[in-house]
């Protein structure tokens, strides 16, 4: 499997930007797909972006135009671009990656990291 280490949230004001990083370590040749997850208090965790082993991105319509996923070194690095930041994007955001590894599938998450933006 694969740990993950989330890293760049932070407190900003409505408009602002900011950069969140995810650290993969472990089979990371096994990775299928890595992404972010978010969740706000009272709501369910949702997918905010998520880019395969084969580079296919894929956003979740209310962050289009705003965030922009991207990958380096083979995958173990994954950063989440976040510009015109809204209240709403409030929220703990998450790495997530998803694979297989032997045969069996696994599916691990980072900590989280705080996404906070004040309006």
């Known amino acids: 499997q694969v740990q993950l280490v989330e890293s760049g949230g932070g407190l900003v004001q409505a408009g602002g930007s900011l950069r969140l990083s995810c650290a993969a370590s472990?089979?990371?040749?096994?990775?299928?797909?890595i992404g972010w997850y978010r969740q706000a208090p009272g709501n369910q965790r949702e997918l905010v972006a998520a880019i395969s082993s084969r580079g296919t991105t894929n956003y979740a319509d209310s962050v289009k135009g705003r965030f922009t996923i991207s990958s380096a070194n083979a995958k173990t690095m994954v950063y989440l671009e976040m510009n015109s930041l809204k209240p709403e994007d409030t929220a703990v955001y998450y790495c997530?990656?998803?694979?297989?590894?032997?045969?069996?599938?696994?599916?691990?998450w980072g900590q989280g990291t705080q996404v906070s933006v004040s309006s």
């Open positions: 997530n990656a998803v694979g297989s590894l032997l045969g069996y599938k696994y599916d691990s």
């Open positions: 472990g089979s990371t040749f096994s990775i299928n797909s």
